[in-house]
């Protein structure tokens, strides 16, 4: 049964529906309410999961860290700020190879100093070998969660769900929660591996030095693990779709005239304004359509280059930047369409939280048609 | 996944770690009054007491070569400045 809820209250119920065993969080917005709730469903005894409040996201990183060394189900969320005073965890939690589930309310980094909504903190940590998957409307956020959790136990990556804040977090929606006995046949109880987690009876050390002899062999070992994760997502996806009839199995999403020369990439909530610029424009005659990314690590390379083998103009909508380079998805796909006949051009927009328009869209689409290949900052 | 990255623990009585020394402490029995201080802010635990007596009666203390990093925390701490730490040839 659908129910109007506020983005974030919907992923606290959805978390609350995965059963975690351990919740620890600082809240920084605009991710509290997410916290929040979970906070007050543990208060009001609806939850199973122990809710430690942390001094820092430092701090709560490193209590999920712990949590998921001793085997329970993991979960935080943060945002901006905080996801960057998490960033040395991060990489140990991935390292360490524990499972868990984040949160990233997507915000903007200081300075100047700005609450409001825009991808820079989650894709400055892109390489920190966490799972990086992106939300385009509220109840994808909330099936990517149970997802997330059962591809994370299985792989032994850490997931970060990233929905944009306050466009995604602040925003009500009708909205389908999965409830914990619905899920109780998607999403089975954790069980870690034997004699890999932290037990008075079979007593290990985790997290130990590597020398130069063992470093690399590892760090190896976590590309491969990670690269190849997309095959499990996309059929965990594909099972959650299957028992919900709803969602998307596949990582790349198109949308749009079918043969395309003019093509947008794009992640996050602003695919959805996009969308409805592609329709305007579909209906005025425009050959264009638009490319979501719905996982950004791994990065879906196969997918992504079979859905834009056609496009002539690509243009990549960034709400994040690389200083001194350009956005940093444009230089992903970059990467992966090396056509020589293809133009591919970087466009920073949203960042702040600037409103994006259809309006903004439909003039990406005229520059992309000219010559010019410069970085452009859409303002308005 | 392919690598097992957690290990067992208990290394530390396989592996020696004492070879990470610069310095080792030379204590001077004669000068020692057997209080016990070396041992309880050793921050390895290698320092320990020998069993054998002084000529006042107390117990001796010696170091654990096979981990003593040299750290010197030992001879700063000595309270009659029995401990000296001297280069160690290698």
Request: no cysteine.
């Given at each position: 049964m659908k129910k109007c809820l506020e983005g974030s209250n919907a992923i606290a119920h959805v978390v609350n529906s995965c059963k975690p065993g351990v919740v620890s969080a600082y809240p920084i917005t605009p991710q509290t309410h997410i916290v929040e709730d979970l906070s007050k469903l543990n208060a009001d005894g609806e939850s199973g999961f122990e809710f430690v409040r942390a001094e820092s996201e430092f701090a709560a990183a490193s209590i999920v860290l712990g949590a998921s060394a001793t085997g329970v189900r993991s979960y935080t969320a943060t945002s901006s700020q905080g996801l960057l005073l998490m960033t040395e965890v991060l990489f140990t939690i991935a390292g360490m190879r524990l499972p868990m589930v984040m949160t990233c309310a997507n915000r903007a980094v200081s300075a100047p100093i700005n609450i409001w909504n825009d991808q820079q903190d989650s894709m400055t940590v892109r390489d920190s070998g966490w799972i990086m998957l992106y939300a385009e409307d509220n109840q994808e956020a909330v099936d990517l969660h149970p997802v997330a959790f059962k591809v994370s136990e299985q792989l032994r990556l850490p997931v970060m769900i990233n929905v944009d804040g306050f466009i995604l977090t602040h925003t009500y929606q009708g909205l389908d929660i999965p409830t914990a006995k619905e899920l109780a046949a998607f999403l089975p109880e954790y069980v870690p591996q034997k004699g890999q987690i932290l037990d008075v009876k079979n007593p290990v050390s985790l997290g130990c030095f590597a020398t130069p002899s063992d470093y690399m062999e590892i760090r190896e070992d976590l590309y491969i693990d990670l690269k190849n994760s997309t095959k499990i997502l996309k059929k965990e996806l594909a099972n959650y779709k299957k028992m919900f009839k709803r969602g998307s199995s596949e990582l790349v999403e198109y949308y749009g005239d079918k043969k395309a020369k003019t093509v947008f990439v794009a992640m996050g909530s602003v695919v959805g304004t996009i969308k409805d610029a592609v329709d305007e424009l579909n209906e005025e005659g425009k050959s264009v359509a638009v490319v979501k990314v719905k996982c950004f690590r791994p990065m879906p390379e196969a997918e992504l280059l079979s859905k834009l083998t056609n496009a002539k103009n690509i243009a990549v909508v960034d709400k994040s930047i690389s200083l001194g380079k350009e956005g940093i998805l444009a230089t992903e796909i970059k990467s992966i369409c090396r056509q020589k006949n293809q133009k591919i051009q970087s466009f920073i927009t949203?960042?702040?939280?600037?409103d994006i328009t259809k309006k903004m869209i439909k003039g990406i689409y005229k520059k992309v048609l000219s010559k010019d290949n410069k970085i452009v900052f859409v303002k308005k | 996944m392919k690598i097992n990255i957690t290990v067992k623990p208990g290394t530390s009585k396989e592996v020696k770690t004492g070879n990470w020394r610069t310095y080792q402490p030379i204590i001077d029995h004669d000068k020692c009054i057997a209080c016990g201080t070396c041992a309880r802010v050793c921050p390895e635990g290698c320092v320990f007491p020998v069993g054998e007596k002084a000529l006042q009666g107390k117990v001796f203390y010696e170091k654990d070569l096979d981990y003593c990093k040299g750290c010197g925390i030992c001879a700063a701490e000595c309270p009659v400045k029995c401990i000296e730490m001297k280069l160690e040839e290698k």
């Open positions: 949203g960042l702040g939280g600037r | -």
